[in-house]
């Protein structure tokens, strides 16, 4: 029986290979039950091969599946209780949509009456009343997909996994089925595993994220917890946008602070090895403009970019490329080729190793 | 929803102007000529079917058109098709017509079947099971075909004598089932290859077996597939003749074989005849293609267009 003690979800030293290409390397997570959970990292890290390996359709080399507590590694896919949602949608382009709702149902022996009263059910939740007696092709990409996802959902799966459900759709569908899967994940409670590449969509949807690359998983956690304390430097270019500038640094040999492309800097950080060339990492957001007279670091601005309520500057700092987030009042007035003076706030820095990428400090 | 088909379709003749509709109508007609001349011979009698120049006109249209180039439509060629006296004088005699239609229809119709079901498994399995080497398996199979059937033709007679398959329904069938494997393979393969296979996981993940994804999800979408294959299959084996000639009886004698048969005699080649052996044999060909022809239209166009 499912526990609240067992995760929906776990995968243990999962490794697959096609030929020679390794697909996955040692992955491992758990899910937790009703949780929304993202698979992050950019396209062919393995975020499919790992879904076609929960639900079965891919048989893993070696590594563990459970579902709810239970070995489900060499289960039938038909008995593990998983839905998806693909990327390309795969209606059956010869069935009705009430037909594409019904398989699943048909497939598994349900009464004609239920599956009538199900597939009303699943119409009324995705608000699709009409067009039931039209084949897929005549409808929309957003009518598709909430077809795809009404199909997934009708057999109450115990996990549903979406496949990079959005990145088919234009940006504002984009948007509100963000908010649509959000609601029903709300309302239907079940357990969610959703394969994205996009940061915001991972960062805004996932309550618990693992963020991955080249067929593991380098570092799971919340949102906050990835943003403000990323593990290495993929994480810390991953996460955010724009993205954490990242400058070559060097620890003063008496630890007072660092010596940086534009001059030294004071940071809190303690202890740090002075013989290694490191990198210094800085969010965008935590730069400011230096207020008069307050001690500042003089840089020159190539690039504005208005995005409405905010823009991101660009500028030019001892030969190094950075980029700060302001608020559009505080942008009025910058133009390109201007000098700027900026304050980096010593407890914001992010310290890396260079020759790893592994985190030394992060951000107080 | 018919009227705003047929208002589509006036629309596009809008859209390609009468001067090229009518270009096209006139290359249609230079194509089908040919076709069109031996219909109307069918309905000759064998005097006008010899004139010269050729009377092409039904002499209806004698008011439009000169005497010498009308002539008076008779059904008498296709009466002769069944029944008529083979020396004159002669009671008329049954010609065994009837039975080398049915032959013609149950041989080409049962191999082109049996074919289109070896075939579309077999191309199921090189799409989605594939081989080591599967593209010389698929080559090897094609190469069957790259020689003349003259070539063949006398291993095939020694292998239907000593298999006592010469002459037999059974033979002719496999035979013609053989011939029409290849193809048969190469395009239901392609129409294979073009599914989504995301498809036909979606089916796995939501419980069917594979064969149930086989005939409830691929199946369905190549029926443009299949029928466009059988209609080829169907005038290739409809019209064969070499083999037909050298491997059937008397009981299984196929139409080309039996028309082929009806010339000479004591006036020659009687073209009227002739015109109606073929006229009725051009019947079935031309149903087929009508009644299958929407399906038709998309699986000679399939994979030629994005979807």
Not at chain 1, 58 to 83: F, M, N, Q, W
Not at chain 2, 49 to 61: Q, S, T
Not at chain 2, 167 to 177: D, R, S, V
Request: aromatic share 8%.
């Amino acid at each position: 029986m499912a526990s609240e003690n067992n995760p929906a979800l776990r995968l243990t030293n999962i490794s697959k290979r096609f030929g020679d290409v390794v697909a996955l390397e040692k992955l491992t997570f758990d899910v937790r039950q009703g949780g929304f959970f993202v698979l992050f990292g950019p396209s062919s890290v393995g975020k499919t091969t790992t879904l076609r390996a929960i639900c079965g359709l891919e048989t893993v080399d070696s590594g563990s599946i459970e579902i709810d507590g239970k070995d489900a590694t060499l289960a039938p896919i038909r008995d593990r209780g998983v839905a998806m949602v693909f990327q390309s949608f795969a209606l059956y382009p010869h069935l009705t949509l009430s037909e594409n709702f019904a398989y699943p149902l048909r497939e598994a022996g349900v009464s004609t009456n239920e599956i009538k009263k199900r597939v009303g059910e699943t119409v009324e939740m995705l608000r699709l009343s009409h067009r039931l007696d039209n084949k897929p092709a005549t409808l929309s990409g957003g009518e598709q997909q909430r077809v795809a996802l009404g199909r997934a959902l009708i057999r109450h799966p115990k996990i549903l996994l979406l496949d990079e459900p959005l990145t088919n759709l234009d940006a504002k569908l984009r948007h509100d089925m963000r908010a649509e899967l959000k609601r029903l994940h709300r309302q239907l409670g079940m357990t969610i595993v959703f394969a994205t590449p996009d940061e915001l969509e991972a960062l805004s949807m996932g309550e618990d994220i693992a963020v991955m690359e080249t067929g593991h998983v380098v570092q799971q956690g919340t949102p906050d917890e990835l943003y403000e304390r990323p593990r290495n430097l993929y994480v810390a270019a991953k996460i955010g946008s724009p993205h954490m500038n990242l400058l070559e640094a060097k620890a003063q040999p008496d630890n007072k602070g660092l010596d940086t492309p534009f001059g030294p800097l004071v940071v809190h950080h303690r202890d740090l090895p002075a013989d290694e060339p490191l990198i210094m990492g800085i969010r965008p957001t935590d730069i400011k403009i230096a207020k008069n007279g307050e001690p500042h670091i003089l840089t020159k601005v190539r690039l504005i970019e208005p995005l409405g309520d905010l823009t991101i500057v660009s500028f030019n700092a001892g030969g190094s490329h950075l980029r700060i987030v302001l608020s559009e009042a505080d942008a009025i007035g910058i133009q390109p080729g201007q000098d700027l003076g900026v304050v980096i706030a010593p407890e914001y820095v992010h310290l890396f190793r260079k020759a790893d990428g592994v985190a030394i400090a992060n951000a107080a | 929803m018919r009227w705003v088909a047929a208002k589509n379709r006036a629309k596009e003749v809008d859209r390609a102007g009468w001067g090229r509709t009518i270009a096209a109508a006139v290359v249609s007609l230079i194509y089908f000529f040919p076709v069109l001349v031996i219909i109307i011979t069918a309905f000759k009698k064998h005097t006008d079917a010899l004139a010269v120049p050729a009377k092409l006109i039904p002499d209806a249209f004698d008011w439009l058109v000169p005497d010498y180039l009308t002539f008076s439509p008779t059904t008498e060629n296709f009466v002769n098709v069944f029944s008529r006296s083979f020396s004159t004088g002669a009671a008329a005699q049954d010609t065994g017509f009837d039975l080398f239609f049915f032959n013609s229809i149950f041989i080409a119709g049962f191999s082109v079947l049996l074919a289109l079901v070896i075939g579309t498994i077999a191309a199921f399995g090189f799409s989605r099971y594939p081989l080591k080497g599967n593209d010389t398996y698929l080559f090897v199979i094609l190469t069957t075909r790259m020689l003349p059937a003259i070539v063949v033709i006398i291993p095939v007679m020694l292998m239907f004598r000593v298999t006592g398959l010469a002459g037999t329904y059974t033979g002719i069938i496999l035979l013609y089932t053989a011939f029409n494997l290849p193809f048969t393979i190469w395009m239901m393969k392609s129409f294979f290859d073009e599914l989504s296979r995301d498809v036909e996981d979606a089916a796995r993940i939501d419980g069917s077996s594979d064969r149930r994804v086989f005939f409830k999800i691929c199946m369905p979408q190549v029926v443009a597939g299949l029928a466009a294959t059988a209609v080829f299959g169907l005038i290739l084996t409809w019209n064969e003749f070499l083999f037909a000639l050298l491997l059937t009886g008397v009981e299984t004698r196929t139409v080309p074989v039996a028309m082929s048969q009806t010339i000479g005699g004591d006036i020659g080649v009687r073209w009227g005849l002739l015109a109606a052996i073929e006229t009725l044999f051009l019947i079935p060909v031309i149903l087929v293609t009508f009644f299958l022809q929407n399906q038709l239209l998309r699986g000679v166009t399939f994979g030629t267009v994005k979807r």
